[in-house]
């Protein structure tokens, strides 16, 4: 049978999925040494190196067996995989910040909010009752406040520096976040005891 192929999100959480597959025993040198390359082997495993939101289409298609992706992309785009184990990695928090000083909920106007996640950002107003107006932003969405693009910013923090060093802070936590393993549906049916197997050997070596 062909090996099982996992979805890793590259980039933040990337380094600390390596060193917990290392501690799975798992050999890494591909992975620590990739060069540009996609896909790499990890003994008996494929490892796929994509972006959070194409681990999720990755999986859902069936492409990817397992995928290791945040709770932020999971709420933002998930619909159709099962979320098995929270890896207690890439811990931060999705939080509604704001230029220092300021309250985002003074006054009458309609309030603009920037994000990179607009689906979590309507949830969270919505359950507010507040009518406020989302404008998508791809990436550095603290600029957004700072060129008055936006009254505030849904967004991730992780140690808070990049609000800090930017003169904003945090107006209200909304959720934590940290690193899921998610399963393709058809894949958790067909190769159970594989997928058994590696959920059992990650969740022996994930922080407690
Ligand atoms: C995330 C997030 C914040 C920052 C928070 O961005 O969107 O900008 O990290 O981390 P901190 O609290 O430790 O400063 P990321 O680095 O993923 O880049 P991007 O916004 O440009 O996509």
Same mark, same amino acid.
């Given at each position: 049978?062909? %090996?099982?192929?996992?979805?890793? *999100?590259?980039?933040?959480?990337?380094?600390? *999925?390596?060193?917990?597959?290392?501690?799975?025993?798992?050999?890494?040198?591909?992975?620590?040494?990739?060069?540009?390359?996609?896909?790499?082997?990890?003994?008996? &495993?494929?490892?796929?190196?994509?972006?959070?939101?194409?681990?999720?289409?990755?999986?859902?298609?069936?492409?990817? $067996?397992?995928?290791?992706?945040?709770?932020?992309?999971?709420?933002?785009?998930?619909?159709?995989?099962?979320?098995?184990?929270?890896?207690?990695?890439?811990?931060?928090?999705?939080?509604?910040?704001?230029?220092?000083?300021?309250?985002?909920?003074?006054?009458?106007?309609?309030?603009?909010?920037?994000?990179? &996640?607009?689906?979590?950002?309507?949830? &969270?107003?919505?359950?507010?009752? #507040?009518?406020?107006?989302?404008?998508?932003?791809?990436?550095?969405?603290?600029?957004?406040?700072?060129?008055?693009?936006?009254?505030?910013?849904?967004?991730?923090?992780?140690?808070? *520096?990049?609000?800090?060093?930017?003169?904003?802070?945090?107006?209200?936590?909304?959720?934590?976040?940290?690193?899921?393993?998610?399963?393709? #549906?058809?894949? #958790?049916?067909?190769?159970?005891?594989?997928?058994?197997?590696?959920?059992?050997?990650? $969740? %022996?070596?994930?922080?407690?």
């Amino acid at each position: 049978m062909s %090996s099982l192929r996992i979805a890793l *999100t590259k980039g933040r959480l990337e380094k600390q *999925t390596v060193e917990l597959f290392e501690k799975m025993g798992l050999d890494c040198d591909e992975l620590k040494n990739k060069g540009r390359r996609l896909i790499l082997k990890a003994n008996d &495993y494929e490892v796929v190196l994509a972006k959070a939101a194409d681990v999720i289409t990755y999986v859902e298609h069936g492409v990817c $067996d397992i995928g290791i992706v945040g709770k932020d992309t999971i709420v933002e785009n998930g619909k159709s995989f099962y979320e098995m184990t929270d890896l207690n990695l890439g811990k931060c928090d999705f939080a509604l910040a704001v230029k220092k000083g300021t309250n985002f909920f003074d006054g009458f106007n309609t309030k603009r909010v920037a994000s990179k &996640y607009p689906n979590i950002t309507k949830a &969270y107003f919505e359950s507010k009752g #507040m009518d406020v107006k989302i404008i998508k932003i791809e990436g550095s969405v603290e600029l957004a406040p700072l060129l008055n693009l936006a009254d505030g910013i849904v967004d991730i923090v992780e140690t808070g *520096t990049t609000l800090k060093e930017n003169g904003l802070e945090v107006a209200e936590k909304i959720m934590p976040v940290s690193a899921r393993v998610i399963v393709n #549906m058809a894949s #958790m049916k067909l190769r159970r005891e594989e997928i058994d197997e590696f959920l059992k050997k990650i $969740d %022996s070596v994930k922080p407690q």
